[in-house]
């Protein structure tokens, strides 16, 4: 790591090539043009009289144009340049993408037609590395001066990139569907959150019955409560689903129907287990897995206790 930022510091301070003279003198032409593509009318870019009531020896540069005097084409360059360097470098331990973050300019004179640009390009500084919320990685300031012919600074960029290693997108996983929660069997799903398995149980005959239901269906009672599953039973009948796949679901998913020891049966899953290993009389036991804050169901997993 360190040395990886010792290699990163040595770029600072490097000159980017060789020093770019414009193809053209600031020119009246390129100033209408810019001016006219974005639609900027103020006088002293385009009249000379108006500029001269300004203060100005004449019409003069819009100060913005500062990048357009000198920017030279990709087919002039020749061989690799220190910032190429760098940028491998970065390439090479992770840090593959790349996004400008921010563009500060500042003006020392307004250029005016005649005058002629040269532009250096420094890196001026290497960041250590940065946790940022598009991932971790440098932020590389590179530091473009504009000068005149007589060598006078007209202008100068602060250019700054954010090389950094892309992180892999998560989608949030969909939630697993909602239980249909009624009146009668509210209960039961509230119990699960607790990490309890019930069974309803009539209060007068006794008998066990799942799902929950208002109704004794042997004596007919509307009078209940309920009783503390073991957590044990055994696999009564399952099948492996593949297709289709549901996104909140882990595949193949094994849906069976598990015989509880104290006799009712409840659909679940079977979890913690090859499902080409899974096998009828399989015996289970209950393990409450919590989906998400809402919503924890029993699974069932091999095994006797
Ligand atoms: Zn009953």
Redo the contacts with the bound molecule.
């Keep these: 790591m360190s040395e990886l930022i010792d290699a990163l510091r040595a770029f600072e301070g490097r000159v980017i090539g060789p020093p770019t003279r414009a193809l053209d003198a600031v020119n009246e032409p390129m100033i209408r043009h810019w001016c006219d593509a974005i639609d900027d009318r103020n006088p002293i870019y385009l009249d000379n009289d108006a500029a001269k009531a300004n203060g100005h020896r004449g019409i003069v540069a819009p100060p913005t144009m500062l990048q357009a005097w000198s920017m030279r084409g990709l087919g002039g360059r020749t061989g690799a340049t220190a910032q190429d360097d760098l940028l491998r470098l970065l390439d090479s331990h992770g840090f593959t993408s790349v996004v400008a973050t921010n563009c500060d300019q500042e003006y020392m004179r307004y250029l005016e037609p005649g005058d002629r640009v040269t532009t250096t390009v420094t890196i001026e500084a290497v960041s250590d590395e940065k946790k940022t919320g598009l991932g971790v990685g440098h932020f590389v300031t590179t530091l473009q001066e504009y000068r005149d012919d007589a060598g006078e600074v007209v202008g100068t960029m602060r250019f700054r990139i954010l090389k950094f290693a892309p992180q892999p997108k998560v989608e949030p996983r969909p939630q697993r569907p909602r239980p249909s929660i009624t009146r009668d069997n509210a209960f039961w799903f509230e119990a699960a959150k607790q990490h309890q398995l019930l069974i309803q149980r ?1 209060a ?2 006794r ?1 066990l019955r799942h799902p929950p239901g208002p109704m ?1 269906p ?2 007919h ?1 509307l009078e209940w409560d309920t009783v503390d599953a073991s957590g044990r039973g055994a696999i009564y009948s399952f099948v492996v689903n593949h297709h289709p796949q549901v996104p909140a679901f882990d595949y193949p998913l094994v849906v069976a129907v598990i015989e509880l020891e104290e006799g009712t049966r409840l659909v679940s899953n079977v979890i913690g287990i090859e499902a080409h290993d899974v096998e009828i009389g399989m015996p289970v036991v209950a393990e409450f897995v919590a989906f998400d804050d809402e919503l924890t169901l029993p699974q069932f997993r091999p095994g006797l206790n």
């Design positions: 009539c007068r005959c008998q004794c042997h004596c009672s």
